[in-house]
C-alpha cells in the first residue's frame, strides 16, 4: 500500500506472498472480532434483499469468510497467497477460489452482485486503483461492502500488528477514494470498545463500561459509539452508478 507524500519502496509481490503464506498456514480458527465483522457484513448483505447474490471476496485470506458467503449465494474468492488458496479449497468446496492479485484479476464473469473488501484495502499498494477493480468487477447497481482499521481509532490502541504494506484510512479519506466510483450508502464505524490514550481512554473505561451495563445501556450506548466514530474498524457500502 502506498503512503502518500513518501517514496518508501513497497515489499514485492513476492515478499508479500511470502508473508502471507506464512501467516495463513499459522491461521486455525476467526477470533471474536472476525466474528463481529461477519455478523455486520452478513448483516449489509441481508439488508440488499438480493435473492441468491454473486459474491466476490477480495482478499479472502483462508477463505473462511467466503465459505460462510457461499451459504447464501455462488461466492469466489481471490486471494494472493497460495498457501491461503490451497487451505482454502480443502476447507470451503462450496466456494470457488483463485490465487491472483486482485487488481489485474482477469474473472470470466464481471457481473457479480456484491463484492466484499474484509480489511484488505489497507494492505494494497494502490488502494484507488483496487477500488476501480472492484467497481468493474460489479454489474451496474452491485455493491461493495468494505471494512478497514479506522484510523483515529488505531493510532490510540497500545500496538497493532505489521503486515508488509500498512496504510491508514478515516472516513474523510475513505470517501475521496470511492468518489466518482461508488455513491456511498452507508458509512459508520463498528466494535466499540478499543482505543486506550486520549479521549479513548474515558469513552472506553471500565468504570463507565460497568455504569452502562448496571443501567442496561450498554447496547444503545455502543450504538452511538459507532455513529459517533469510535468504533475499531470502518465499514462502508457503496453502490455502483
Not at 84 to 100: G, N, Q, S, V, Y
Amino acid at each position: 500500500m502506498s503512503s502518500q507524500g513518501t517514496t518508501q519502496a513497497q515489499p514485492s509481490l513476492a515478499q508479500q506472498q511470502s508473508f502471507y503464506d506464512q501467516r495463513w498456514r499459522q491461521f486455525q480458527y476467526a477470533d471474536r472480532v472476525r466474528l463481529a465483522r461477519c455478523v455486520e457484513i452478513l448483516e449489509r448483505i441481508h439488508r440488499l434483499r438480493i435473492e441468491r447474490p454473486v459474491i466476490i471476496d477480495a482478499g479472502c485470506g483462508a477463505g473462511w469468510l467466503t465459505g460462510v458467503l457461499a451459504v447464501f449465494g455462488p461466492a469466489v474468492g481471490v486471494d494472493l497467497s497460495p498457501e491461503a488458496i490451497r487451505l482454502a479449497r480443502e476447507r470451503w468446496p462450496a466456494a470457488t477460489f483463485f490465487c491472483a492479485d486482485f487488481i489485474p484479476w482477469n474473472y470470466p464473469d464481471e457481473s457479480a452482485d456484491v463484492i466484499v473488501s474484509q480489511e484488505v484495502l489497507e494492505h494494497v499498494a494502490e488502494p484507488r486503483a483496487y477500488l476501480k477493480r472492484a467497481s468493474d468487477l460489479l454489474r451496474h447497481g452491485g455493491y461493495l461492502i468494505l471494512t478497514t482499521p479506522n484510523a483515529p481509532v488505531t493510532k490510540a490502541l497500545s500496538s497493532s500488528p505489521a503486515q508488509p504494506i500498512e496504510n491508514q484510512f478515516d472516513r474523510r479519506r475513505l470517501e475521496r477514494l470511492l468518489g466518482g466510483l461508488f455513491t456511498v450508502v452507508e458509512l459508520t464505524t463498528i466494535i466499540p470498545g478499543y482505543g486506550h490514550r486520549g479521549i479513548y481512554r474515558l469513552v472506553n473505561s471500565i468504570r463507565l463500561r460497568r455504569l452502562e451495563n448496571r443501567l442496561r445501556l450498554a447496547g444503545s450506548l455502543d450504538r452511538l459509539r459507532c455513529r459517533l466514530g469510535f468504533g475499531l474498524h470502518l465499514l462502508c457500502v457503496a453502490r455502483k452508478p
